[in-house]
């Protein structure tokens, strides 16, 4: 039977309560110290409505993952449509930094998961298509930059997309605990350096 708009537009606003809930559990008591049940408190649902939607945890992580990567593409498009794509780059690069205080998974969680992933398997199975996603199209953009002369040219774009990625995931982890990292001057003085790295120049 085919859904109707209706239904899938209910559905959708009901899965978003669950991840928002599970954000906010994992964000104030980790990942391991959260339960199903306390994410059934926060999203105001019965443990067999939350269910129906999420068979536990790790589907509830993997669903947050795909929406912050759904976030972060769309943020790499913007950037391969740019008129600059090399500024484009850059404010991908310092943005994409700033995540902790802005949405996406933030700089406190994605360190959570980062590790329960080092002893979880299907967390750390999840975090690798995220990151192989991201850099493979980060990458072809990379490449595209190349060609039109603004990114150094003898530099491994696939590589220069896993450095960036890195880079990235550094500073998430410095701001879960440091947020003043993300003052003015740091991000310009990243920028800087993000600009020297690509271009080589």
């Not at 209910?10 to 809930?21: F, K, T």
């Not at 769309?74 to 404010?91: F, S």
């Not at 998961?113 to 298509?129: D, F, G, M, T």
């Not at 980060?138 to 003898?154: H, I, K, M, N």
């Amino acid at each position: 039977m085919t859904r109707r708009p209706l239904d899938e537009a209910l559905r959708e606003e009901r899965r978003r309560q669950v991840l928002d809930a599970a954000v906010e559990c994992f964000r104030r008591e980790g990942f391991r110290g959260a339960s199903m049940a306390d994410i059934c408190q926060a999203a105001r649902m019965s443990p067999g409505h939350l269910y129906h939607y999420f068979t536990g945890k790790e589907a509830i992580i993997e669903a947050i993952a795909e929406d912050d990567l759904a976030r972060r593409l769309a943020e790499v498009e913007r950037a391969a449509a740019a008129p600059d794509v090399l500024d484009a780059l850059i404010t991908f690069g310092v943005e994409t930094r700033d995540h902790a205080t802005s949405g996406g998974l933030g700089g406190a969680l994605r360190a959570e998961i980062a590790a329960e992933a080092s002893h979880n398997p299907r967390i750390a199975a999840i975090l690798a298509r995220f990151h192989g996603r991201l850099e493979a199209r980060l990458g072809e953009v990379l490449a595209t930059a190349q060609r039109q002369g603004q990114v150094d040219p003898a530099l491994d774009p696939a590589l220069l997309a896993v450095v960036m990625g890195l880079m990235a995931d550094g500073f998430h982890a410095r701001l879960a605990s440091e947020p003043g990292l993300a003052e003015r001057e740091r991000m310009l003085a990243m920028a800087a350096v993000l600009r020297r790295m690509l271009s080589g120049r």
